[in-house]
């Protein structure tokens, strides 16, 4: 079965994450873009950042046959920086444009400030003017009125419901999430968010229409092996494989080919692998025998 991790952050990972991913079945990710720990100091910085996301992780996500895909945006977390803010969204548009970007993301809330709100109504705009979908993030702390405030502002601003994913969401939002008609994403964490049980006992409950689950595997304790665990948490627990490859293949393909930018024919055939191939010079390799397909 192929596998589909819609929402995990390469960047923040080794290329031997890509390896074991691959070998676990995972064919295609979505990386959105997201902040890197600490406070970015200025707008360049952000600029780098969009450029290796489209140039420098696709290449390497393909060195290992996985198609790699993103999402731009500036960060909720970051928001709050005025001095950061105007100049990253007047940079956006242009990667907007760029082959291998399926929606505007991450965006959303983290404090739910008004500082917040202003950047989450422009990049909800952008995805409008570039006819993009949206991947929003819901804060971690008082994430029910994280979530409402959010399926608000959505609906204020007029955005389709069918072009939003709603991301990082639990037990007491999915409902809310579902019955908005947004597409709902489940982050599986080792200790925190949702664990494998309860993913499962959510499909159990909600089933697979609008589902998707990610491990997002950012740069703090995560693992990137998250799907195919779920995957198997879910097979052990007699969900049958017809409902696992909705979850894990065909729903993440349904939803970020709104894109226009993810064909779900060309996601049908393996990539083949030459690891003769530099980006700007470099490899993936270190004096190891190049993979050729």
């Known amino acids: 079965m192929k596998l589909f991790d819609p929402h995990i952050h390469m960047t923040s990972r080794t290329t ?101 709100d202003r950047c989450f109504a422009a990049q909800i705009e952008l995805a409008k003017q570039h006819d993009l979908p949206v991947l929003i993030h819901l804060p971690h ?25 709603v991301d990082h969401n639990t037990e ?24 494998e049980p309860r993913m499962v006992a959510l499909v159990q409950t909600y089933g697979a229409e609008r589902i998707l689950v990610n491990s997002a595997a950012d740069w703090g304790v995560s693992d990137p092996l998250k799907v195919p665990k779920t995957r198997d948490a879910m097979r052990a627990a007699g969900i049958p494989d017809v409902t696992l490859a909705r979850i894990f293949w065909r729903n993440p393909i349904e939803f970020f080919a709104q894109s226009g930018r993810l064909d779900p024919v060309e996601l049908e055939s393996a990539l083949a692998v030459d690891q003769r191939q530099l980006h700007e010079g470099n490899s993936v390799l270190r004096g190891q025998p190049p993979r050729v397909d």
């Open 141 to 165: 702390r008082d994430k029910k009125r994280g979530c409402e405030r959010t399926l608000a502002l959505v609906r204020d601003v007029g955005f389709a419901p069918e072009k939003t994913i």
């Open 16 to 116: 031997d994450d890509y390896q074991a991913m691959a070998a676990a079945g995972v064919a295609a990710v979505v990386e959105p873009a997201f902040w890197l720990g600490q406070p970015r100091t200025h707008a360049g910085t952000f600029e780098d950042y969009f450029l290796s996301l489209i140039g420098w992780e696709r290449f390497r996500a393909s060195q290992f046959g996985i198609r790699h895909y993103c999402t731009m945006a500036m960060n909720p977390r970051e928001a709050n920086d005025p001095a950061l803010v105007d100049d990253v969204l007047a940079m956006l548009p242009r990667y907007l444009e760029k082959d291998g970007v399926v929606a505007v993301g991450e965006i959303g809330y983290d404090d739910m400030t008004p500082a917040e």
């Open 172 to 195: 007491e939002t999915l409902p809310l999430t579902l019955d908005s008609g947004c597409w709902a994403g489940h982050s599986i964490y080792p200790d925190t968010k949702l664990d």
